[in-house]
T-cell receptor, first 115, second 116 residues
Framework: GAGVSQSPRYKVAKRGQDVALRCDPI?????LFWYQQALGQGPEFLTY????????KSGLPSDRFFAERPEGSVSTLKIQRTQQEDSAVYLC?????????????FGPGTRLTVT | AQSVTQLGSHVSVSEGALVLLRCNYS??????LFWYVQYPNQGLQLLLK??????LVKGINGFEAEFKKSETSFHLTKPSAHMSDAAEYFC??????????????FGIGTKLQVIP
């Protein structure tokens, strides 16, 4: 079956622009996670959805970051007024449930470069 | 709070030699532990996971890891390195939180170089 897909794969934005990053999880997966991976670092948790409910957004770095999953499937991460420090790879992962014994499946990521 | 320390951001081994990537964790409760591999421009792929069933965990591509509670370690090994093993490897820990889901914390990664 299809894995997790993300689009676009690459995005270049001028400082101050808004961007929207899309994640298509594996069909039937209840849990969806967003991570930010800065250059040379491991992924860092941004936010977690269980179906359409955003249960944890403690990792979002500022109020410029917003995520949604309105129908419990596709999710969008939106960054308003992008800054250079937002440049990173944004990874989406889905899992059957949020329980630890279930693997998180990762998408290929969206590489965001803010100029 | 949970955390992961990966010792050595870069490791080089000769083809055919033993691969040893080190990981130490900190967790207030019995954790789940993972090793992921990331190839250039790709997402993370799970190599193996520890979920308390057995302390020696075997994964894909000939990798295995041993959970040692006394040392709070979960080192990744492979007896004989292949060129195709060159990638970045991430150790990760997760534990339940009040929301009832597992929040994963990743290490900074170790880049493995395999020398012909």
């Amino acid at each position: 079956g299809a894995g997790v897909s993300q689009s676009p794969r690459y995005k270049v934005a001028k400082r101050g622009q808004d961007v929207a990053l899309r994640c298509d999880p594996i069909s039937g997966h209840v849990s969806l996670f967003w991570y930010q991976q800065a250059l040379g670092q491991g992924p860092e948790f941004l936010t977690y959805f269980q179906n359409e409910a955003q249960l944890d957004k403690s990792g979002l770095p500022s109020d410029r970051f917003f995520a949604e999953r309105p129908e419990g499937s596709v999710s969008t991460l939106k960054i308003q007024r992008t800054q250079q420090e937002d440049s990173a790879v944004y990874l989406c992962a889905s899992s059957l449930t949020g329980q630890g014994r279930y693997e998180q499946y990762f998408g290929p990521g969206t590489r965001l470069t803010v100029t | 709070a949970q955390s992961v320390t990966q010792l050595g951001s870069h490791v080089s081994v000769s083809e055919g030699a033993l691969v040893l990537l080190r990981c130490n964790y900190s967790s207030s409760v019995p954790p789940y532990l993972f090793w992921y591999v990331q190839y250039p421009n790709q997402g993370l792929q799970l190599l193996l996971k520890y979920t308390s069933a057995a302390t020696l965990v075997k994964g894909i591509n000939g990798f295995e890891a041993e959970f040692k509670k006394s040392e709070t370690s979960f080192h990744l090994t492979k007896p004989s390195a292949h060129m195709s093993d060159a990638a970045e490897y991430f150790c990760a820990v997760s534990e339940s939180n009040s929301g009832g889901y597992q929040k994963v914390t990743f290490g900074i990664g170790t880049k493995l170089q395999v020398i012909p």
